[in-house]
């Protein structure tokens, strides 16, 4: 079993920027691929950004160029940077593991982010 905990969410002003952090905790040493995902009000869960155990990294194209995502395994955390954060980035993030013996996906409980004047 992998748990997840996020945090770093809250309100921010168009432009502004959030980091967001994903504590890992469990049988980590079985986890391969993780990443984060968005789900906005009315809307299906999306992909944001993911990165491979080897720091291999992929975004929806729609934040190519303002979020990073990145890991430290030491620590078994894995952060998403947001940066010109826009109004339609406002949805709860939720952080995804998943099992490399297993495949088996594990998620975080999500925080929500909410991008407003």
């Known amino acids: 079993q992998v748990q997840l905990v996020e945090s770093g969410g809250g309100l921010v002003q168009p432009g502004g920027s959030l980091r967001l952090s994903c504590a890992a905790s469990?049988?980590?040493?079985?986890?391969?691929?993780m990443g984060w995902y968005r789900q906005a009000p009315g809307k299906e869960r999306e992909l944001v950004a993911g990165?491979?155990?080897?720091?291999?990294?992929n975004y929806a194209d729609s934040v190519k160029g303002r979020f990073t995502i990145s890991r430290d395994n030491a620590k078994n955390m894995v952060y998403l940077q947001m940066n010109s954060l826009k109004p339609e980035d406002t949805a709860v993030y939720y952080c995804?593991?998943?099992?490399?013996?297993?495949?088996?996906?594990?998620w975080g409980q999500g925080t929500q982010v909410t991008v407003s004047s």
């Open positions: 995804n593991a998943v099992s490399g013996a297993t495949l088996l996906s594990y």
């Open positions: 990165i491979t155990s080897g720091s291999r990294t």
């Open positions: 469990g049988t980590i040493f079985s986890i391969n691929a």
